[in-house]
């Protein structure tokens, strides 16, 4: 009997947007699956469509499924980070024994990207040379006014080994960087391997050019990047938040950039979006872009593609390439 699949996200307008045409027809012939059926919350119908079914394909916005919702189900293939927040009660379904993937490293690959390209154009200050270039409406002088720009041998410091810097590290590799390393859970021997530097939280701030930030919040990161440690940046250094905004004294980050002695490139803030009397809006050291780092718009194909690939695995009786233990966590 083949495999039966239900969607379950929020909207469902997310079916169209995650997979291409090509996409939904081959999982089409993988399973059973009505593609134009999404189950976006757990009424009548959602509960009808759950019924049955062995694999859910869960997206953001899904509704939390019971144990009793869906007593067949086998799998979930989450095109998220977390496959146990779209289940009710995970202990439960742990128990049950389902399996689950989710995208979290798939995801890491756009903001990976983006941190890259900042971190390259940073070096160059290209946004504050094109803010200068509009006003003055005339080159600059290259032999006094641009002498200390550029990337080679700039010292990069990343601070967490999140998924996303995992993959930054590689992404930074072909470039002439020296690049410094701050987590607690990195070892020698794991720096080593990666072909970093480790250092302390301190060393990484005051030591870099550029800081990435790429630690989760928890309760002790919220407000990690303090006054004291803005204050140790060098003059010039930029400060580069793809993580969240809480992490960042984001008072103590204003205080910091009213001296324009460093800059900031933000995709994340606390709250989002900004309030519009906030002074990030209007200081001429600061690169506001709207939480775009992650996967959007043709970027959200490759999860598509990444659980299309999933779906084939379940279906062969193969076990999923990005697993995730229910009740413990992504392996």
């Given at each position: 009997m083949r495999v039966r699949a239900v969607f379950s996200m929020s909207p469902p307008s997310l079916v169209g947007q995650l997979f291409t045409p090509e996409m939904l027809r081959e999982l089409e012939a993988l399973v059973q699956i009505d593609t134009g059926s999404v189950v976006s919350e757990l009424d009548d119908a959602g509960r009808a469509a759950l019924r049955d079914a062995d694999l859910v394909l869960g997206g953001w916005g899904a509704p939390r499924i019971a144990v009793d919702d869906a007593p067949e189900l086998r799998a979930v293939v989450y095109l998220g980070g977390v496959a146990a927040t779209c289940l009710d009660e995970p202990a439960r379904w742990a128990e049950r024994g389902i399996s689950a993937a989710n995208a979290r490293s798939i995801n890491?690959?756009?903001?990976?990207?983006?941190?890259?390209?900042?971190?390259?154009?940073?070096?160059?200050?290209?946004?504050?040379?094109?803010?200068?270039?509009?006003?003055?409406?005339?080159?600059?002088?290259?032999?006094?006014?641009?002498?200390?720009?550029g990337n080679y041998r700039r010292t990069i410091g990343i601070v967490g080994l999140s998924q996303i810097a995992q993959v930054l590290i590689e992404l930074l590799r072909p470039f002439d960087l020296d690049v410094v390393v701050y987590s607690p859970s990195l070892t020698r021997a794991r720096a080593d391997a990666l072909g970093v530097r480790m250092a302390t939280l301190d060393g990484v701030m005051a030591g870099s050019d550029v800081v990435s930030l790429h630690q989760a919040v928890t309760p002790a990161t919220v407000g990690q990047i303090d006054a004291r440690l803005l204050a140790s940046m060098r003059d010039g250094a930029t400060l580069l938040n793809t993580a969240r905004g809480a992490v960042i004294d984001q008072d103590a980050l204003v205080r910091e950039l009213r001296t324009g002695r460093i800059r900031a490139i933000l995709d994340v803030t606390e709250p989002e979006p900004l309030p519009p009397t906030s002074e990030l809006w209007q200081l001429p050291n600061v690169t506001l872009t709207p939480h775009l780092a992650g996967s959007i718009g043709t970027e959200l194909h490759r999860m598509g593609a990444n659980a299309v690939a999933e779906v084939r695995r379940f279906v062969a009786g193969e076990p999923f390439a990005h697993p995730e233990s229910i009740g413990g966590g992504a392996r």
């Open positions: 890491a690959i756009p903001v990976a990207e983006y941190a890259l390209a900042m971190i390259l154009l940073a070096g160059k200050d290209v946004f504050a040379a094109e803010r200068s270039y509009r006003d003055r409406l005339a080159l600059p002088d290259r032999s006094h006014e641009l002498t200390s720009i």
